[in-house]
């Protein structure tokens, strides 16, 4: 993007076209650039939020550090304003390296060291630096092409700087990502952002080279866009490994959808696990744990008619179909490929109990928050099994207005319950949750059960930079009207973990790691923020 602004130098160019049709290919490359050089922004941004999450803090993060970098570039560009041409040459040259292996390189940091945050720093910084130095010496070029009043000059590359980035900016998420990836999609921006800078100097602007120069430069292009090209190649072996190094020797399936990268591990050695976008969200080694705590005490009541958000996965639902009057289930998941898979693969359709073979389950693919406001139906329990409220993009799932659409949702006498994440390690934000529902008009019972083995609750996380993940879970359970002790239905299943004591002991123990004077978490004033 542009930022400064470059005093005029320089005589007339020997050019081997007219002047006009110079400064309009000087134009069209300010064009191409600006366009690259936003779509590497977005690579890292889009990239580093599925890594590290939080893509408010990455976005801020990128964005700072890149315009603070442009301004460095900008000023170290003035050393090399008598040598503009083959400047420009090498600076897109390493800004489409640096640029396009950007994404492999910080996908690498993360799957092999477990950390990605320096990583990402370093490219936001260099490429800001490549990208300020751009204009000083296209400014300083387009003034030897076409010797027009220096307002005039700026107004040309600013439009055509805008204008690029708003190519690239829409390129971004309807072409690229969709077609080529992340990581193709960054190395093929690469070498077109090479091809269009080598192509302008040695072409336009080659009377101004020595042969010594000439030959630097089409070297340097030719190396840089033939090693983008064999990433190109490469790339998919690169990803499997990639993959090993992450989820281990037995990823069974791997998707990028667009909504988020979905993995399937084990099966073969008796476990089964869930990623999504990184994180681990299903185990099978104890995931009944889990969904028990979850379901249960919400059924303790009318449950003809169940919601359930989220679960994908349906071993919530497995859960709520172990009750044989239940009359209607139905699950809403923003992404259709999950409830795909839980219905097709054939070890994770085994461990959700083929809940989605039964006919009373409906699956509704569209965001929750969307489909609750235009609800017409009215359940008697609505579980809300959704991903962590410290992910920014589950915030509004967990803010006041969500648990005032959700009350709008309930029977008279229905009942919510809430994945919270665990009390004792992540408080402020399970006291939030807790908070954001009374703000919601509901009424809260908060309790917890323990997760003393690997899955949700226990064991490194790759998506949280190898740390330990909370041996405890939090839930919340609410109600339009006074609720009860949390609880087990007479007549529920046989539970394997979950029994009134360890339901009375998470009630009592929840108690005591009570934070007072908590605020709700709403849509223009969210208050969680992911803990690690």
Avoid at 178 to 193: D, E, K, R
Avoid at 306 to 325: H, I, K, Q, S, T
Wanted: hydrophobic share 50%; aromatic share 6%.
């Amino acid at each position: 993007m542009i930022d400064q602004q470059m005093p005029l130098r320089g005589g007339a160019a020997r050019l081997p076209v007219r002047p006009g049709t110079g400064r309009l290919l000087v134009l069209a490359a300010v064009f191409i650039c600006a366009a690259c050089g936003l779509v590497y922004e977005l690579e890292l941004v889009a990239l580093a939020s599925y890594l590290i999450g939080d893509s408010v803090t990455q976005a801020s993060v990128v964005l700072s550090v890149m315009v603070f970098a442009m301004g460095i570039g900008s000023l170290l560009a003035k050393r090399l304003r008598n040598r503009a041409a083959v400047g420009f040459g090498l600076i897109e040259a390493a800004l489409a390296l640096v640029g396009g292996t950007s994404a492999l390189t910080l996908y690498a940091s993360f799957a092999w060291l477990g950390e990605s945050r320096y990583a990402l720093v370093g490219f936001s910084l260099a490429i800001g630096i490549l990208i300020g130095a751009e204009i000083p010496l296209l400014m300083t070029l387009i003034q030897r092409v076409d010797r027009q009043d220096a307002g005039g000059a700026v107004a040309d590359l600013f439009a055509a700087d805008y204008v690029g980035a708003l190519v690239g900016g829409l390129a971004f998420p309807f072409l690229l990502l969709p077609m080529m990836g992340q990581l193709t999609g960054a190395l093929f921006t690469g070498a077109v952002n090479a091809a269009a800078g080598g192509a302008l100097v040695l072409w336009v602007f080659r009377r101004d080279l020595g042969p010594r120069s000439r030959w630097l430069l089409i070297l340097v292009n030719a190396a840089v866009i033939a090693l983008l090209a064999t990433a190109s190649v490469l790339v998919d072996d690169f990803e499997r490994a990639a993959r090993r190094a992450v989820y281990g020797d037995e990823v069974r399936v791997a998707v990028q959808t667009g909504v988020q990268e979905i993995v399937l591990t084990g099966a073969r050695r008796g476990s089964l696990d869930l990623y999504l976008d990184g994180r681990l969200r299903v185990s099978s080694r104890d995931e009944h744990r889990y969904h028990e705590a979850l379901v249960h005490p919400a059924m303790n009541g009318i449950h003809r008619r169940v919601l359930v958000l989220g679960g994908g996965d349906g071993l919530a639902a497995r859960e709520v179909l172990r009750y044989p009057d239940v009359e209607s289930v139905v699950v809403v998941e923003i992404d259709p490929a999950v409830t795909r898979l839980a219905r097709t693969d054939p070890a994770l359709s085994a461990l959700n109990g083929h809940a989605y073979g039964d006919p009373r389950l409906t699956a509704v693919s569209g965001d929750a928050f969307t489909w609750l406001r235009d609800a017409r139906d009215r359940y008697d329990v609505v579980i809300s099994d959704l991903p962590d409220p410290g992910i920014t993009a589950s915030t509004k799932l967990y803010a006041a207005e969500f648990y005032g659409l959700v009350a709008g949702a309930l029977e008279p006498g229905g009942r919510l319950v809430v994945h919270a994440g665990p009390p004792s390690s992540r408080p402020a934000t399970f006291w939030t949750v807790d908070a954001s529902v009374r703000a919601g008009g509901l009424t809260t019972r908060p309790y917890r059960v323990d997760g003393r083995l690997t899955g949700f609750a226990a064991g490194p996380d790759r998506a949280t930079g190898g740390a330990e993940a909370p041996r405890d879970w939090g839930f919340v359970l609410a109600a339009r009207d006074a609720v009860g002790r949390p609880g087990i239905a007479p007549g529920a299943p046989v539970l394997r973990t979950l029994g009134e004591r360890q339901l009375l002991a998470g009630l009592r123990s929840v108690e005591r790691v009570r934070l007072h004077g908590v605020q709700p978490s709403t849509l223009v004033h969210p208050r969680y923020q992911e803990e690690r």
